[in-house]
């Protein structure tokens, strides 16, 4: 079998999906993209593909090593997540020659099913307590929201106080076991997160993500000693080299790559073992479509120390179109008692509806980050 073909879609809501073309008529998708950076991260997909062409999809391994070691300069959210989303689409065609799901090629399940989360509040969070309420009572046991509005350095305690007031109407709405996760999405530099983990600990928070930017690591292991609460990040890294030092430290509780961003399959599962090597929890970012949503299912079943899985439905960036459009089977993404079961067709699990892909990569789809400023005219962290 050799790759003969491939193909871009840029679709909406902020999504970029790849179709790869084998002789033998089996095909694979996977999703790389960056939010804010689809046609840059496009650009790069062609130029890693062109090196494939007439090469065996089936020598995975191998293609990760030639994509990522072959150019000399490598690492950095745009190659890797052009690697992440091709990576994906060779496991796809392998696992759909073999007749079996990715999992199983992996080295079979060790869990049917994972837990997942669902957001609440959007960018700036609000009516958190009576959304994650109307989760609860829709079958989830955790949600996700975000912290705060923006920040300078040192900023207000009435902000301080309006982030506890929300984590303490979702904690009094919904009782003492329903699991809150906060992201502190980088918008908190360290003066202020000390602050913050300090005064959310009473709420017995299932982690905070990011307390503060990941250039900032080293800090993470001192805003631990200030509070008992789980510390998660990695969404932001993205190499098993990126998360060495973070994992040495001892200072994360919970690593969160990307399987869009870091690598694809092949790395995210080194990754994921490197961690579970430092007694590390694994809960793989996700806030895009469904191919990315179900390679993290993938890699979800066959990694021990997986806890619970990140998924976009409902999610505020997806006003346009949501993660079940663009596939023809989304009851595999069917959520029970808070659970998703492992898809376990051939290949990621999904049937992509490429007529649609196809109808929806016509649209202008140039989604970018917001770009939001302090009261002073200052750039603020989004």
């Excluded at 870091?262 to 080194?270: H, L, V």
Aim: glycine residues 8%; negative net charge; aromatic residues 10%.
């Amino acid at each position: 079998m050799k790759i003969t073909n491939y193909e871009t879609f840029a679709v909406p809501p902020r999504w970029l999906f790849l179709k790869v073309e084998t002789d033998e008529g089996v095909s694979g998708w996977g999703e790389p993209v960056i939010e804010g950076r689809a046609a840059t991260v496009e650009a790069a997909v062609h130029e890693l593909m062109d090196s494939l062409i007439g090469s065996d999809p089936f020598r995975i391994e191998d293609a990760w090593e030639k994509m990522y070691r072959s150019g000399f300069y490598r690492g950095g959210p745009i190659l890797m997540s052009a690697i992440a989303g091709i990576d994906q689409a060779l496991w796809d065609i392998k696992g759909k020659a073999l007749g079996q799901p990715v999992y199983e090629l992996m080295g079979g399940a060790v869990r049917d099913s994972i837990k997942v989360y669902s957001w609440v509040g959007g960018d700036r969070p609000s009516n958190v307590g009576e959304a994650a309420l109307e989760r609860k009572n829709a079958g989830f046991t955790a949600i996700k929201m975000n912290a705060t509005e923006e920040l300078q350095m040192i900023d207000s305690y009435e902000k301080i106080q309006e982030v506890v007031e929300r984590v303490k109407a979702i904690r009094e709405a919904c009782g003492p076991y329903f699991g809150i996760a906060v992201d502190f999405h980088g918008r908190v530099h360290k003066p202020m997160a000390k602050v913050l983990a300090k005064e959310l600990e009473p709420y017995n928070l299932m982690f905070i993500e990011e307390p503060v930017l990941p250039e900032n690591n080293e800090e993470l292991g001192k805003i631990g000693q200030l509070s008992k609460t789980p510390i998660a990040t990695g969404e932001r890294m993205f190499t098993r080299w990126d998360f060495k030092k973070l994992l040495e430290s001892g200072d994360a509780d919970v690593i969160q790559p990307d399987l869009s961003h870091a690598g694809g399959i092949t790395e995210c599962k080194k990754i994921a073992s490197m961690a579970e090597a430092y007694d590390v929890a694994v809960a793989f970012h996700c806030p895009l479509g469904p191919i990315a949503l179900a390679a993290c299912l993938q890699v979800d079943a066959t990694v021990y120390n997986a806890f619970i899985q990140e998924q976009s439905l409902g999610i505020h960036y997806n006003a346009s179109n949501d993660l079940l459009d663009y596939v023809k089977n989304p009851e595999v993404f069917e959520y029970e008692n808070g659970m998703v079961k492992i898809p376990s067709l051939p290949g990621l699990g999904v049937e992509v509806n490429e007529e649609l892909v196809r109808e929806k990569a016509k649209e202008t789809t140039n989604w970018h980050n917001p770009v939001w400023r302090h009261e002073d005219g200052s750039i603020a962290e989004w």
